[in-house]
């Protein structure tokens, strides 16, 4: 679905990336690990249109999506939460569900499934997101992100800052929206929560994939080896 072709690409003058290939098919978890500062948020910020590259290509379902801005690609089915559960502190849950809502044909059913699937949502919908527990409030960037009804859903470190005993649920959640056919791009740290999650890994290094493989636990090791490289 989603195709990164030896993408170059940096914030001024020096590259972040140095060519870096990655496939992201259809229906599935696809994990990037790395330590901080491996180019990550990068991979992931090009992918969305936040940054366009110097050399390389975007293809998404086979079109060239490269010079398409953000907005566009949204329109084509991908969505994107960044780092830091982001949202409206000042306003409730509900209020930032519908800011987005409001946008969207069909956004008061999205809303309305968005609580199903989430049920902390629903019952935090009058509480403003700012006094949520950053699981609740990554349940609700998540959540946000699903309204534009996305196939394919970018989540750049979903665990960062959250308490390990909700990592599981995060984890549950994004499982299940695979189940349900939506296509993910997890950018993740926690190695252990990436390779249950994924069915397939990579291991970025200085810009670089520098090991990929099939997800599971069984590729701990291998990733392990990786990233102290
Ligand atoms: N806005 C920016 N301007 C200039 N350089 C940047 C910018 N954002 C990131 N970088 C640099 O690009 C490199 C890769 O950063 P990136 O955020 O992609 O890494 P990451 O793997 O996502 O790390 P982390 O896990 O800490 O988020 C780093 O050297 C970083 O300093």
Not at 45 to 50: F, I, P, Q, Y
Not at 99 to 109: H, I, L, P, S, Y
Not at 127 to 134: E, P, V
Not at 145 to 158: C, F, K, Q, S
């Amino acid at each position: 679905m989603l195709s990164l072709q030896n993408i170059h690409v940096g914030y001024d003058r020096a590259d972040v990336l140095n060519g870096v290939t990655l496939e992201v098919p259809a229906g599935q978890i696809v994990a990037v690990m790395g330590h901080n500062g491996a180019g990550k948020t990068t991979l992931a910020k090009t992918a969305v249109g936040l940054l366009t590259p110097r050399t390389g290509r975007v293809l998404l379902d086979g079109e060239d999506v490269t010079k398409l801005r953000p907005h566009q690609r949204v329109k084509r089915g991908i969505s994107y939460v960044p780092q830091g559960q982001l949202s409206f502190p000042q306003l409730t849950t509900a209020e930032n569900l519908q800011v987005v809502a409001d946008g969207v044909r069909g956004g008061g059913e999205m809303v309305a499934l968005m609580y199903e699937r989430f049920p902390v949502l629903r019952e935090f919908a009058g509480r403003k997101a700012g006094l949520l527990s950053g699981g609740q409030r990554q349940q609700l960037a998540i959540a946000r992100a699903l309204i534009t009804g996305p196939r394919l859903l970018i989540l750049d470190e979903p665990t960062e800052g959250i308490q390990p005993s909700i990592v599981a649920e995060i984890e549950r959640h994004i499982v299940s929206l695979a189940a349900d056919g939506l296509t993910v791009l997890l950018v993740e740290q926690h190695v252990g929560f990436a390779l249950t999650a994924s069915s397939q890994y990579a291991v970025m290094a200085s810009g670089r994939i520098t090991s990929h493989g099939e997800g599971g636990a069984a590729a701990t090791d291998a990733v392990r080896a990786a990233m102290t490289i």
